[in-house]
């Protein structure tokens, strides 16, 4: 081990050891950006970042196990990177499936889709509800992959699928009129029956949402990271762990 790796393991302890456990998120939002330019400057390519990037999911998830998260929602593809190259959709779609396949195989963790499954390849369509179908008993954190994952898009097919299930039932637009609410939207929602993000953590510097979890972070406490994901750290994590419980929340009072 060299100086600075010696230095870093007891900065992070430190960290940690001031962390208070009473005031840890229990969902996680994370929003993993900065694949493509971590693997750019390091002189990739794009599917290297992305590999990269998927690596650390597993370390992650080990981090938020130790800390009693209890939910993390997990940002791998927006329905606004369908306009990236075929070349580089078509691996980083390989990249999510192995991801998925691992994160099922490892036997701690829920896995649950969130997003426009009809949007996505057949056979990455497969191999998520397999991994939702096979961790259904696992009592490890819920882990929510977001593939195909739009907030207005959630939003849209929420209605949608409220409008339908009142269609079946014959109510008359007067009646889903004054039936319709917040509640009523929420359980309609990818996430429903979920607790909403308590905490929503972006890396590469980026000082915005991009969608993500619109309904669901109306008072979610941000905080945003320099760092590329592929170089996110867990002194990066815990860092983000303090300041959010350094943070008086008032809900939008």
């Known amino acids: ?69 209890e939910v993390a929602t997990l940002w791998l593809l927006s329905t606004d990177n369908f306009d990236r190259p075929q070349e580089e959709l078509t691996a980083l779609f390989g990249i999510i499936e192995d991801t998925v396949r691992g994160l099922a195989a490892d036997g701690r963790w829920r896995v649950h889709h969130v997003g426009a499954l009809d949007l996505l390849p057949a056979h990455t369509q497969a191999v998520l509800k397999e991994a939702e179908e096979a961790t259904t008993g696992n009592t490890g954190i819920l882990v929510n992959v977001a593939v195909g994952y739009g907030g207005r898009q959630e939003i849209a097919d929420a209605v949608r699928s409220l409008l339908l299930e009142h269609a079946e039932k014959g109510t008359s637009f007067e009646e889903l009129a004054e039936t319709v609410d917040v509640e009523r939207i929420s359980e309609h929602l990818y ?52 300041d959010y419980a350094a943070r008086h929340r008032r809900y939008g009072a």
């Open 1 to 69: 081990m060299n100086l600075r790796d010696l230095v870093y393991g007891l900065y992070a302890r430190r960290v940690e050891g001031r962390l208070d456990h009473d005031q840890v998120p229990k969902h996680i939002g994370l929003i993993l950006d900065g694949n493509r330019r971590w693997a750019k400057a390091s002189g990739g390519t794009a599917a290297q970042g992305h590999k990269a990037g998927a690596d650390k999911i597993t370390e992650f998830l080990g981090w938020c196990a130790e800390t009693e998260v």
């Open 191 to 242: 996430t429903r029956g979920q607790p909403d993000p308590d905490l929503v953590i972006r890396t590469s510097g980026e000082q915005r949402l991009s969608g993500f979890m619109l309904w669901q972070s109306a008072h979610s406490e941000y905080y945003f990271c320099e760092v590329f994901w592929p170089a996110f750290r867990k002194v990066d994590f815990l860092r983000a762990l303090r």
